[in-house]
C-alpha cells in the first residue's frame, strides 16, 4: 500500500492519499464560498457513475432521500443519463428559476469530459443558463482531469474548475473535488467526511492483518467466492443508505469483474453486486435468500442511532392485530426483525458479516466508503485482477459510436 | 390456465381475472370518488412489499419520480418500513398539513393487516390523524383480506373498506384494489391499466405457444437458468421504470426462489433478479457485464416514445468534446447507447431478448405487469415449483418474534 503521508498521486492507489489533501480542500472551500455567495436555489450535478453516485450515495445518507421536498435553501438535481423525461423536468425547474431571476449552480463532473451523456446534458442546460444570463460563466463550475479538452473549455468560457488528480478513477474519487465541492455547497461537512476517511484508513493500512479490518472482510469474501458465492448482497438496514449501496454496486463490479487477470490470462471473473434494504427487501426478497440457492455472502449494515424516535402508541383496540408493539420505538422493532434476519440466515448455514455504523453522520459515512474501497482493492489483489482499470466498457461505447454516427440530426 | 371468462377467485392464479371484475372496478371507483371530494393534500400509502410495490411502480412510471416535487393537487408518501427517519418525515408532512386544516388520505393495505412493520406505521400516523380530525374514520382506507382482524377492526372504526381476494397473493395484487385505489386517487386511469392487462393475458393464454409471448419468454428464460445462468438482470432503460424493476423482482424471487419442489424434494432453486437502469448503470454495471462470468441473461426493456423532446443544442466551442451528438435528440442519443450494449452484448455471447413499450401509458405498464405476472407462473411450472407460496419468510418472521417479545416497552 501506498504510504498514508506520502502524499502522491503518482500511483494507481492514489485515491487513498485524498483525505490528507489540503490544498484540495482549501481549493474546494474557496469555489464552495465563491458560489454559495450566489444563494443558489438549485445545484444541478451533471455527471454518470462513477462522478456522480460518491455525491449522491453521501448527500442521502446525511441529508436523506426527501432533502428536496423539505425545502432546503439549495435543492439537488442529478443530470446523468439521457432520458429526455427526466432532463425535461431538471430543464423546466431550471428555467422556471431563472426566469425569476433565481439561482442555481452547474456542476459538470467528468474525469475526461468525454462521455456522451454528460456533454450532452451539459450542452442542454447550459444552453438555458446563456439565454437567461448575461454573465453565465460565474454560474458554472467544471471538475475534471488537469488539462483534458473540458477544463480547457472551463478556462476559456471563465468556469471555475476543480481538480481530479489523474490517476484517481471515477468510482475512487468521492473525496476528490468530484464529490467534496457538491457536499460541501449542499451543506455536507466535508471536513467531517474526510476525518472519517483518514482514520478508517490508517486502521485499513495496518500490516498486522488481524487489526486490518479491510484484509478481513476482503480475505472472508474471497472464501466465499472460491466457494461458489457469486453473488454479494449489500442488505442496508436504513432507507437512507441505498445509494451508498449504489455507489458500492460500482465499485465491485467495475473492480473486481474482468475478462482478463493480471497475468493476461482470459478468466471471466467477478463477483455480482446486489443491494437491499431492510426491512423493506425481506418482504420481496427473503423467500429467495432463505428458500433460494446458497450463492450469496450478505453484508448486514445497521446503523446504530437514528436522528428521530417515534414510538408506537398504545392504541385501544389496535393491539391485537400485532402484539408486542405498542410502547416500542420503530428503532427497537426494526432491531428486532434484524436480529430475526440474522438469526434465521444463521440457522440456515447463510453465510454474513455485520457492519454496524455508529449513525449516519459525515464522520461514520466516510469511514464506510474508505473502509469499502480498501477492502475492494484487496480483494481484487487477492482474485489477481486489476482494481483500477474497465477495459471492456470500451466494446459498447465503440458500437454507440458507429450507430451514432450514421443517425440524422434535426 | 385459468379460464379467463371463469371469473373466479378459488384458484391459486385467481389474479388474472382481476382485469374484469366489474364490482371490484366500480367499488374501487365509489370510494376514490368520495375520497377525492376531501381534496386530499396527501395519500399515505402504509403497507409492504406486494402490498405497495405495484402501486409504487405504476406510479413512478405513469407520472414520473418527480411527481411530489411538480406541485400535484394530491401527493404521495409511502410508509413501508419501520425506519424512524423515514416514518419521522412522514408524519411531520402528515402534521403540518392536518394543523393548518389539510387534508389526507391513508390508505392502509395489509392482506390479514399482521404485518409488523405495517401495522406499527399504521398505528403511528393513525394517532396523528385522530389527534387532528374529530372523525378521523372519512380519512381512511382499509385494503385488506374480507373478515381479516384489520377489516373487522375498519368496520367498528367506520373506514372504508376494499377487499383483496382472498386467493389473490401479495405480489399479484397491483390489479386488485391495494393497486386500484391509490392509484386512482392520483389521477392515474385506471380502466387503462386493466385494458392493458386484459388485452396481453388473453395472448398470454394462447394454448398455441408459439403465439404465446408469455410462455416463449418463460421458455428462454428456463433454458439459460439450466445452462447456469442464476441470474437475471431487468435492464429498463428509462430513468421512470426503476419501481417497475424492483415490482418484478419481488414476483421473480418470491414465486421461483424455493426450498423444496412441488414433489416436497429439497431443491434450493432460484434466480436472482437484479434491476439495472440504461444508460445510468452502463457506467457502473458494464465492465462486470461485458467482462465478468457468463451467469447472467438480460431483459432490455426500451420505451418507444417518450413524453418530452430534447435536442442537444449546436454550441461553438463545445462540439470537440464529444463529437456527433449536436442536433440529435436524447432519445435517439439513447436509443444509439442500448443498440451498442445490445451489438456489445452479442459479440460477447452475451444472452439477452428485448421489449419495446409503445410508450409508459397505463395501458402499456398495464401490459407489461401482466406479461411478466404469467410469464413467471409458466416459468414456475418449468422448474416444478409453486409459484404462490413463500414458506420460508416464516423463519426470520419467527425469530423476530421471540426477540420482540424480549424488549422493553417504554
Chains 1, 2 share one sequence.
Not at 454560474?139 to 474548475?161: H, I, M, P, R
Not at 473502509?371 to 489477481?384: P, S
Amino acid at each position: 500500500m501506498v504510504s498514508a503521508t506520502s502524499m502522491g498521486y503518482d500511483d494507481d492507489r492514489a485515491s487513498i492519499n485524498l483525505p490528507d489533501d489540503k490544498d484540495m480542500l482549501s481549493k474546494v472551500k474557496q469555489v464552495m464560498k465563491e458560489k454559495s455567495q450566489l444563494e443558489p436555489e438549485y445545484l444541478v450535478v451533471v455527471g454518470i457513475g462513477g462522478s456522480n453516485l460518491g455525491t449522491l450515495a453521501v448527500q442521502e445518507a446525511v441529508l436523506g432521500k426527501f432533502y428536496n421536498q423539505l425545502d432546503p435553501t439549495t435543492k439537488v438535481l442529478y443530470a446523468d443519463t439521457v432520458d429526455s423525461d427526466l432532463i425535461n423536468v431538471i430543464v423546466k425547474m431550471v428555467e422556471t428559476t431563472l426566469e425569476r431571476d433565481g439561482n442555481i449552480i452547474l456542476n459538470v463532473v467528468s474525469k475526461l469530459g468525454t462521455t456522451t451523456e454528460t456533454v450532452a446534458n451539459f450542452e442542454v442546460i447550459i444552453d438555458s443558463l446563456r439565454r437567461c444570463k448575461k454573465e453565465y460563466g460565474k454560474y458554472v463550475v467544471v471538475t475534471a482531469d488537469e488539462d483534458s479538452k473540458l477544463w480547457n473549455l472551463a478556462l476559456k468560457e471563465g468556469f471555475s474548475v476543480l481538480e481530479i488528480p489523474k490517476k484517481v478513477g471515477g468510482r475512487y474519487s468521492v473525496f476528490s473535488p468530484a464529490g467534496l465541492f457538491p457536499l460541501g455547497l449542499l451543506g455536507i461537512n466535508i471536513e467531517h467526511l474526510l476525518d472519517g476517511a483518514r482514520s478508517i484508513r490508517d486502521t485499513c493500512i495496518d500490516v498486522d492483518i488481524e487489526k486490518n479490518p479491510a484484509a478481513i472482510g476482503a480475505a472472508i469474501r474471497y472464501q466465499h467466492y472460491k466457494s461458489g458465492k457469486n453473488i454479494a448482497d449489500l442488505f442496508l438496514f436504513s432507507n437512507d443508505l441505498e445509494s451508498v449501496g449504489k455507489w458500492y454496486r460500482q465499485l465491485m463490479a467495475e473492480s473486481l469483474g474482468k475478462e482478463f487477470n493480471k497475468k493476461g490470462k482470459k478468466v471471466n471473473i467477478g463477483i455480482t453486486p446486489t443491494v437491499s434494504i431492510g426491512s423493506t427487501d425481506l418482504h420481496s426478497m427473503a423467500q429467495l435468500y432463505l428458500g433460494g440457492p446458497h450463492d450469496k455472502f450478505t453484508t448486514f449494515v445497521r446503523v446504530e442511532n437514528s436522528t428521530s424516535h417515534i414510538y408506537v402508541p398504545r392504541l385501544g383496540g389496535y393491539s391485537e392485530l400485532v402484539s408486542g408493539i405498542q410502547g416500542k420505538s420503530l428503532k427497537d422493532i426494526m432491531d428486532a426483525i434484524l436480529e430475526g434476519t440474522k438469526s434465521a440466515f444463521g440457522k440456515d448455514g447463510r453465510p454474513f458479516v455485520e457492519i454496524t455504523l455508529p449513525d449516519r453522520s459525515e464522520n461514520s459515512i466516510g469511514q464506510f466508503l474508505q473502509f469499502k474501497i480498501i477492502e475492494t482493492i484487496y480483494l481484487a489483489y487477492l482474485l489477481d485482477v486489476n482494481p483500477f482499470d474497465q477495459p471492456n466498457v470500451e466494446s459498447y461505447k465503440r458500437e454507440t459510436r458507429k450507430i451514432l454516427a450514421r443517425k440524422k440530426k434535426y
